[in-house]
């Protein structure tokens, strides 16, 4: 049986996802269920659950994250069963995922072809000195957080950018240029270290400002910062945080790749919604 999962279920989901070493942030599920409360799918045997995914809707697009079968239950078509009806609740969205090296192959077979590829930076950052007029996003005018993100994102999102803004324990900044907004980012505790995500600045030295901040206002340790490879300056920017390569993506979608402010995206908000 597959149906939608109930938010106890879906915290499974989440834990399978942390067991996988994509450390997940703590406060993740609450923000993702505000976007699409049916999101998450789970395939149940026997009345267990067996396989996971999440199936995000949003106007015109969608996105696949969380593809996980328990390990006992795998090579028994459970997986498949979910991928399907995953696919089924997107019908008629161009629909893209962040795809694992282990699973590429698989979405080619489903239509998916690659757009880019995201690079997961992590390690214990330098710290850069703040500079630039650094103010709190929720300080903002809620639009202009939207037209930022529109940038960098196909679809609009203003459940999950409220959520995600104000979500317990997340620093939201945003960086003013002659007292215009001219970028933002956030960074959430996850189950190992800290995120940055997402980063969205004109420039390397405006996404540079929001580092600085962002670091600045939470405990030394571990951070981590996705990244799409092709763009150089935002590579540059998280080797001089002094972070390193730790995991890939592949950016997949089912029909070309929408047109996204690629030199704005300093950071990826996240791979399990885009």
Known sequence: MIRTL??????????WAAAEGW???????DCFLAQDAGLFLGGFDRGALVSVISATRYPGFGFIGFYIAAQAARGQGHGIA?????????AGRLVGLDGVVAQQANYRKSGFALAWRN????GV????????VIVPAAALPFAAIEAMDAQVF????????????????????????????????????????HKIGPLVAEDEAG??????????????????????EPHAAAVKLAQRLGLAPVFETARMY?????????????????????
Do not use: K, Y
């Open 154 to 193: 196909p679809a609009p999102r203003p459940d999950f950018l409220r959520h995600w803004i104000g979500a317990p324990g997340h620093v939201a900044l945003a960086l003013l240029r002659d007292g215009a907004p001219s970028g933002f980012g956030v960074i959430r505790p996850c189950r190992s270290g």
């Open 82 to 90: 979910v991928w399907r009806a995953g696919m089924r609740q997107l």
């Open 254 to 274: 089912t029909g070309p790749a929408p047109a996204l402010r690629m030199d704005r995206l300093f950071g990826v908000t996240t791979f399990e919604l885009g």
């Open 23 to 29: 450390n997940p942030g703590l406060a993740d599920l």
């Open 119 to 122: 690079i997961r930076f992590g």
């Open 207 to 228: 996404a540079e400002a929001l580092a600085a901040a962002l670091l600045a206002r939470i405990e030394p340790g571990e951070v981590f910062l996705d990244v799409p």
């Open 6 to 15: 109930t938010p106890a279920e879906a915290q499974q989901a989440v834990d």
């Open 125 to 132: 950052p330098n710290l850069p000195m703040p500079h630039g």
